[in-house]
């Protein structure tokens, strides 16, 4: 049986994950040609296309797809500190990043809902 507090531990875990991927992913693609996430972006993008595949620095475009991806980095993350700090192992990869790319979707939508991006504005 699980204790109560093993699930409040991986609640808060998953809340964690699944915001810093958003923020996380907000920051790198809306801000990337900004100064502080400008140098990291390009570091970022570098390494994507060396040494994983010659298109997945295309990832770093999509505010959507890249909130799949950056809850797996904190995830690493939080695995590593669960099991050091709390002894207890933490991986919730793909739902936190469901959840995240659902999450950033649907405040898109609402947004461009409220205020419509220029190219869809009529005249």
Same mark, same amino acid.
């Given at each position: 049986?699980?204790?109560? *507090? ?7 875990? &998953?809340?964690?994950?699944?915001? *810093? =991927?958003? =923020? %996380? ?7 990337? #040609? %900004? ?15 060396? +040494? ?15 909130? #799949?991806?950056?809850? +797996? ?8 500190? %669960?099991? %050091? +700090? &709390? ?9 936190? =990043? ?14 461009? *809902? ?10």
């Amino acid at each position: 049986m699980v204790s109560s *507090s093993l699930v409040l531990l991986w609640f808060v875990f &998953f809340l964690i994950s699944v915001l *810093s =991927g958003f =923020g %996380s992913a907000v920051a790198l693609v809306e801000k990337r #040609f %900004s100064w502080p996430i400008r140098p990291l972006n390009i570091r970022l993008r570098r390494w994507l296309q060396r +040494f994983v595949h010659k298109k997945m620095h295309r990832v770093l475009k999509c505010t959507v797809c890249t909130s #799949f991806w950056m809850p +797996f980095l904190c995830d690493l993350f939080l695995l590593v500190l %669960s099991y %050091s +700090f &709390f002894g207890v192992l933490y991986w919730l990869w793909p739902l936190t =990043g469901f959840v995240c790319l659902g999450l950033t979707w649907l405040i898109m939508q609402v947004l461009n *809902s409220i205020d419509p991006p220029v190219s869809r504005v009529e005249e």
